[in-house]
């Protein structure tokens, strides 16, 4: 694993922008593994305002998203496809055919896991993965449990990533209680992870995924083992690790 240390979330949306720009540069035709959640959208608004400026061209892009709400239609605002389409899709020249989003209003939802694995598959795998960590060090929806799930699958929200996701809903009963997320096979066939967090809250999760077993109970620690893995911080997130771990920015 390889860890930078920025200044501020706006360095750390800056270099992460950074990164899936060289990316796509070297690759145009990229496959692009993309996260929801507050810590990616600086990031998605330094990829806009490049693509606009046209250091980035997104037109043989493909995507694909860590997960979706099981059973919120498309439509609702905190559905991720909006999220995806709000911050990022509508705004870059990418051909919507290459949007990958599970479809979590599917009526088969095992049909569904299993032909988001297969597109994966299909595609390639994917070049860069972008990820974000819960309180909990979960990454995509894989939550603190027992064993890691290789494939795409239907989960039970944790009551802490429930509580931490009411901020974007009006009511806690509100917030779906399960999703269709990747699973941490999928992680490791990424050739490269780019796992970013910011925030003093990130800190225990970021040491535990740095230091700690890995064990299924910290799902992003099993990140120690990818070969390509590159965490970028900010300095509250970072707050718990040593200095001779991580190079600044
Ligand atoms: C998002 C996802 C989640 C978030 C995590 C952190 O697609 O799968 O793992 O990355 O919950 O969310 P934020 O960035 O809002 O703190």
């Given at each position: 694993?390889?860890?930078?240390?920025?200044?501020?979330?706006?360095?750390?949306s800056?270099?992460?922008?950074?990164?899936?720009?060289?990316?796509?540069?070297?690759?145009?035709?990229?496959?692009?593994?993309?996260?929801t959640?507050?810590?990616?959208?600086?990031?998605?608004?330094?990829?806009?305002?490049?693509?606009?400026?046209?250091?980035?061209?997104?037109?043989?892009?493909?995507?694909?998203?860590?997960?979706?709400?099981?059973?919120?239609?498309?439509?609702?605002?905190?559905?991720?496809?909006?999220?995806?389409?709000?911050?990022?899709?509508?705004?870059?020249?990418i051909?919507?055919?290459?949007?990958?989003?599970?479809?979590?209003?599917?009526?088969?939802?095992?049909?569904?896991?299993?032909?988001?694995?297969?597109?994966?598959?299909?595609?390639?795998?994917?070049?860069?993965?972008?990820?974000?960590?819960?309180?909990?060090?979960?990454?995509?929806?894989?939550?603190?449990?027992?064993?890691?799930?290789?494939?795409?699958?239907?989960?039970?929200?944790?009551?802490?990533?429930?509580?931490?996701n009411?901020?974007?809903?009006?009511?806690?009963?509100?917030?779906?209680?399960?999703?269709?997320?990747?699973?941490?096979?999928?992680?490791?066939?990424?050739?490269?992870?780019?796992?970013?967090?910011?925030?003093?809250?990130?800190?225990?999760?970021?040491?535990?995924?740095?230091?700690?077993?890995?064990?299924?109970?910290?799902?992003?620690?099993?990140?120690?083992f990818?070969?390509?893995?590159?965490?970028?911080?900010?300095?509250?997130?970072?707050?718990?690790?040593?200095?001779?771990?991580?190079?600044?920015?």
């Open positions: 694993m390889r860890i930078i240390v920025c200044e501020n979330y706006e360095e750390v800056k270099k992460a922008a950074q990164m899936i720009l060289s990316q796509v540069t070297l690759k145009p035709n990229s496959v692009l593994g993309l996260a959640g507050s810590t990616p959208v600086g990031m998605y608004k330094n990829l806009i305002q490049m693509n606009k400026e046209r250091y980035i061209d997104f037109s043989e892009v493909k995507t694909f998203n860590l997960d979706e709400y099981y059973n919120l239609p498309r439509t609702n605002e905190e559905s991720y496809y909006h999220f995806m389409y709000e911050n990022l899709f509508n705004h870059i020249n051909n919507s055919e290459n949007v990958n989003i599970p479809n979590g209003m599917a009526e088969d939802i095992e049909a569904e896991c299993a032909r988001y694995d297969e597109a994966i598959k299909e595609s390639g795998g994917i070049d860069i993965q972008v990820l974000g960590i819960g309180n909990n060090a979960h990454i995509r929806f894989n939550e603190p449990t027992v064993n890691f799930e290789k494939g795409t699958h239907l989960v039970e929200l944790d009551e802490s990533t429930i509580q931490a009411s901020r974007f809903f009006d009511d806690i009963d509100d917030v779906p209680k399960k999703a269709i997320t990747m699973g941490v096979g999928a992680i490791f066939k990424s050739k490269k992870i780019m796992l970013l967090a910011c925030g003093e809250n990130k800190a225990e999760a970021i040491y535990n995924t740095v230091y700690g077993k890995v064990i299924p109970e910290v799902p992003a620690s099993i990140l120690q990818h070969n390509d893995t590159i965490i970028i911080l900010d300095k509250a997130a970072a707050k718990l690790l040593k200095k001779e771990d991580y190079k600044t920015a």
